[in-house]
């Protein structure tokens, strides 16, 4: 069965450092690694797919790798901003093609300005 | 941009009442899921639904609760006989056959 583990819960930091957020998985066998992004009380926003083929992924200021072999993935955010403030969860895809995730608990981030 | 919508964003009932959510997917994705979210724990999966029926379903998914797609638009998750257990955020997503899945704003569902 598949868990997924994120680390830190939580994070404070400055406006304009660049941060790593971890996640580890136990089964290797994901088919794929999705970051999201979650606003207070809201849906979940996708940030970053990564196939299991591929070792990272990129979209602006964000950066996500994949280490299929360790269980790992980082979301790696450059000069972060206050509007970066919210929780962020990776979640990996089953070993079928149905594509049911299981989640992280997720690492609330607050840049303060 | 296409987006997934879900329909309550709030629904307050009393314990052993039917309720159903309703999600209206991205038109051209093929797969559906659901997902819930209890306060200060962890997204889980509930079930995933392709071509017609469910492809896979996690034990929260027992026998109180069905999806179906009525139509070619709806897709709708109906807990027959709500316990308290069940308040929780209720999150639909869908996916073409590339694997992003997108997620609607989600269903907060409070039993009494």
């Known amino acids: 069965k598949q868990e997924v583990t994120q680390i830190p819960a939580a994070l404070s930091v400055p406006e304009g450092e660049n941060l790593v957020l971890n996640c580890s998985f136990t089964d290797s066998a994901i088919y794929n690694l999705q970051w999201f992004r979650q606003d207070p009380g809201k849906g979940l926003t996708s940030l970053l797919l990564?196939?299991?083929?591929?070792r990272e992924q990129t979209s602006g200021r964000l950066n996500a790798s994949l280490d299929k072999s360790s269980g790992r993935s980082t979301l790696y955010i450059a000069a972060s901003q206050p509007g970066d403030s919210a929780t962020y969860l990776c979640a990996g895809a089953g070993g079928t093609s149905y594509g049911k995730l299981t989640f992280g608990q997720g690492t609330i981030l607050t840049v303060h300005p | 941009e296409p987006e997934v919508t879900q329909t309550p964003s709030h629904q307050v009932t009393q314990m052993g009442q039917e309720v159903i959510l309703r999600c209206v997917p991205i038109?051209?994705?093929?797969?559906f899921y659901w997902y819930r979210q209890i306060l200060g724990q962890k997204v889980e999966f509930l079930v995933s639904?392709?071509?017609?029926?469910?492809?896979?379903k996690s034990e929260i998914f027992d026998d109180q609760f069905s999806v179906e797609r009525p139509d070619g638009s709806n897709f709708t998750l109906k807990i027959r006989s709500t316990k308290l257990e069940d308040s929780a955020m209720y999150f639909c997503?869908?996916?073409?056959?590339?694997?992003?899945?997108?997620f609607g704003p989600g269903t907060r569902l409070l039993v009494l």
């Open positions: 997503a869908s996916r073409a056959v590339q694997e992003t899945q997108y």
């Open positions: 639904f392709y071509n017609n029926e469910i492809s896979e």
């Open positions: 038109s051209n994705h093929l797969y």
């Open positions: 990564i196939q299991s083929s591929q």
